[in-house]
């Protein structure tokens, strides 16, 4: 739990300069939350990612993160 936190803030950190370091930071804290089944916060660390990649108008991996966020969020009910 601490861990996939860590990788959250380090993904804010990066966040204005690198997308696909914030990208990946945010996915090895989703794999952690995953395997904690934390999948609440997988999903929203998915939508997050969706939404880096749709500010920087990469649109079909925006679409890819979305459609793995929904799922996600539709587990957890």
Do not use: P, W
């Not at 995953?34 to 679409?63: P, S, T, V």
């Amino acid at each position: 739990h601490d861990a996939a936190n860590a990788y959250a803030e380090a993904a804010k950190c990066y966040k204005k300069v690198d997308t696909n370091e914030a990208a990946s930071c945010l996915e090895r804290a989703v794999n952690i939350f995953c395997e904690i089944g934390r999948l609440n916060m997988a999903a929203r660390y998915y939508k997050e990612i969706a939404e880096h990649y749709e500010a920087d108008q990469k649109i079909d991996q925006a679409i890819s993160y979305f459609e793995k966020a929904a799922e996600f969020f539709k587990t957890k009910k």
